[in-house]
């Protein structure tokens, strides 16, 4: 029998953890969901509790976010629970990660709550589903076992990819695919941390966020890592501070590789939603 999942919301707002906790219970029976009105009550909780995903809202009373996130990755040492943040403000989301290390999704309130509770209802999915957004990957991996493995993952799964056995290879594509009006940009960026090459995964990202200016919903970036989360830490900080949205351990499973995917593909669609109008091509 699968472990009952438990989800924590925190936000000064009780009408709204109100809301977002009857929605989630509407679609999974089986979840716990907690609730904190302060940062205080979310410590509290996090030291009793284990949760299987934690979202908080960026304006909590008398503290900073970036404090909060760090409170709960490094003193309490939840390492690995996907961490979501919640803001209605109208400030960059490139900005927003870079303040808040650790964090694994952005989510924009103008975006509704229900939409809200599909993005979480994404991170909770207890086994594979079928790809249900169309997108294209660009899969940068070096080793030909493990890019044969993920290959696998992604066909069977119905995801169209593109893979790189590099990171210069890989910014020329992107490069490429946002430069032009004739051409789809990538959807995802699904890449090693550990490269050949002059540059390494956290480079190309770098590269990506800073010198091409994409931001996190504009080119989500996925990051696999043979490190350890525990016996790591400051390694993975550095992947979030990056740039990157979210990580995963080799071996990569296949479920949770697609349940993030999808998620992440999510996340474009809003934005290309949300900016519909604008070109794709973007000032290189």
Do not use: W
Not at 48 to 54: A, E, F, G, H, V
Not at 207 to 234: A, C, F, M, W
Not at 252 to 257: G, H, I, T, Y
């Amino acid at each position: 029998m699968p472990q009952q999942q438990r989800v924590l919301l925190i936000d000064h707002s009780d009408t709204a953890l109100a809301i977002i906790t009857k929605l989630i219970s509407k679609h999974i029976s089986d979840v716990i969901v907690d609730i904190a009105n302060s940062a205080d009550a979310a410590f509290d909780l996090l030291k009793r509790n284990k949760y299987n995903l934690i979202t908080m809202s960026r304006n909590l009373p008398g503290i900073e976010c970036h404090d909060v996130v760090n409170k709960i990755r490094v003193e309490l040492n939840v390492r690995s629970t996907p961490l979501i943040v919640v803001s209605g403000e109208n400030t960059g989301i490139f900005d927003e990660h870079l303040a808040c290390q650790y964090v694994n999704g952005y989510f924009d309130k103008k975006l509704g709550q229900k939409k809200l509770v599909k993005y979480i209802l994404s991170f909770l999915s207890a086994r594979s589903p079928r790809a249900h957004i169309s997108g294209n990957i660009l899969y940068v991996e070096d080793s030909p076992t493990v890019a044969q493995a993920v290959k696998n993952f992604l066909t069977k799964n119905g995801h169209n990819y593109l893979l790189a056995r590099d990171a210069e290879s890989a910014l020329l594509n992107i490069q490429k695919s946002f430069s032009s009006n004739h051409i789809q940009p990538f959807d995802l960026l699904l890449t090693d941390i550990q490269l050949d090459g002059h540059m390494s995964g956290r480079d190309l990202i770098r590269e990506i966020r800073h010198g091409l200016g994409l931001g996190y919903e504009q080119l989500p970036i996925l990051v696999t890592t043979s490190s350890n989360y525990d016996e790591d830490p400051k390694g993975l900080n550095m992947i979030f501070s990056a740039g990157a949205n979210d990580v995963l351990e080799k071996p990569v499973k296949e479920a949770l590789l697609i349940a993030r995917i999808n998620t992440l593909l999510t996340l474009r669609q809003q934005y290309l939603a949300l900016n519909q109008n604008d070109s794709y091509a973007v000032n290189l």
